[in-house]
């Protein structure tokens, strides 16, 4: 197998007496879709948010490409080429749809323009609507502000930005919650269409059927702990299900 593009080693989080994490090791591989499962509190946001660089860990260290990364921000992580489908979303409802698009990576006019600083509209808002096209999101137009948006269609948005500026890592945050039958489907497409460029997907869900089509590679979280790794080729969601209650003792794959 190739070499990692991430590995998280030693993960520990803690946050006074709660401890989200314990000595997690985590892989991601290129072209993979991961999945991320667990219950609700089981860790997984906190997971991708510290290799995102939204969390710092309190022990343990994060390698992108073998090389040691401490981002210590999420804009630091997004420059390595790390993008994350936040579970709240992270988008600012008070911007148009293009302007999240290319939110902190505006597009510069080149020459004297440049030197004055005037943003080319006209090429994000082209790109935007390309973007956009690969998620199928009916919108009227990239000009709307996100704050008037259906939860899916702000959902339709971040996944557009994730997939379309994710050059390393694209890391999904219940990408689909939200979304309708058509546009889950549409998102799963799009999943293994970035993975099959060879840039890895994390995929956090609770909708297994969806996890078990979509993943490679199905990682479990369980209090903190990673209890299984799973291929869907040799498994049954229903032993997943008992990964993730606790049920069944650990299964760790080769
Ligand atoms: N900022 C914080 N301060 C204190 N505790 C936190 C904080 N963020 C998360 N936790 C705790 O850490 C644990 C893991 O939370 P996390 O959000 O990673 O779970 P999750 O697996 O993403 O759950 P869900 O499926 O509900 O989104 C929980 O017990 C949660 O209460
Ligand atoms: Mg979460």
């Not at 948006?149 to 890391?171: E, F, I, T």
Request: glycine share 10%; charged share 20%.
């Amino acid at each position: 197998m190739s070499a990692p593009i991430i590995q998280a080693k030693g993960i520990s989080k803690r946050w006074g007496s709660v401890h989200a994490l314990h000595e997690v090791d985590f892989n991601v591989y290129p072209g993979e879709v991961v999945g991320l499962v667990g219950d609700n509190g089981a860790g997984k946001s906190t997971l991708i948010n510290i290799i995102a660089g939204a969390l710092h860990p309190t022990t343990g260290s994060i390698l992108v490409d073998g090389k040691e990364a401490q981002f210590k921000t999420p804009t630091e992580a997004r420059d390595a080429g790390i993008e994350t489908v936040y579970q709240d979303l992270a988008l600012a409802p008070d911007l148009t749809i293009w302007a999240n698009l290319f939110l902190g990576r505006e597009i510069v006019k080149g020459g004297l323009f440049k030197w004055i600083g005037w943003l080319d509209r006209k090429a994000m808002i082209e790109r935007s609507v390309q973007d956009l096209e690969r998620t199928q999101i009916r919108i009227a137009s990239v000009g709307q502000r996100v704050g008037r948006l259906s939860g899916g269609q702000r959902q339709a948005v971040a996944v557009g930005r994730a997939v379309a500026w994710g050059s390393r890592v694209v890391l999904m945050d219940e990408p689909t919650a939200a979304l309708g039958v058509e546009q889950q489907a549409r998102v799963a497409e799009l999943i293994r269409s970035v993975a099959s460029h060879g840039v890895p997907v994390v995929l956090i869900s609770h909708n297994l059927p969806q996890v078990y089509e979509v993943c490679d590679r199905i990682v479990v979280l369980f209090r903190g702990r990673i209890v299984a790794e799973l291929r869907p080729r040799d498994t049954s969601i229903d032993q997943i299900v008992s990964y993730i209650t606790g049920s069944s003792a650990s299964k760790v794959a080769e």
